[in-house]
Nanobody, 115 residues
């Protein structure tokens, strides 16, 4: 059974930092492209950052220079280090694993940026 379990969300003040983690099980983690998506109320789910099996990363323009995606193939985890957070980053953040036609999602973790 495939499981992606996110953690690390919460309430943070503008300008603050937060680190999200996703623990994967039931997949050959090192073969999967991993990514973080987010969905704000009333908006479509959007890609935040991705990292391929070879370690190539890509970021949404809105988070470039502020967010960093990191994978640990030994621990089967992918993390999202977020800094300089602003209220527009408020959303439910989802972990995603993809390999060819296989796509898996976590349940999401809420990030709220507010003073």
């Amino acid at each position: 059974q495939v499981q992606l379990v996110e953690s690390g969300g919460g309430l943070v003040q503008p300008g603050g930092s937060l680190r999200l983690s996703c623990a994967a099980s039931g997949i050959a983690f090192n073969l999967y492209t991993m990514a973080w998506y987010r969905q704000a109320p009333g908006k479509q789910r959007e890609l935040v950052a991705g990292i391929s099996s070879s370690g190539t990363t890509n970021y949404a323009d809105a988070v470039k220079g502020r967010f960093t995606i990191i994978r640990d193939n030994a621990e089967n985890t992918v993390s999202l280090q977020m800094s300089s957070l602003n209220p527009e980053d408020t959303a439910n953040y989802y972990c995603n694993a993809r390999r060819t036609f296989r796509v898996y999602w976590g349940q999401g973790t809420q990030v709220t940026v507010s003073s």
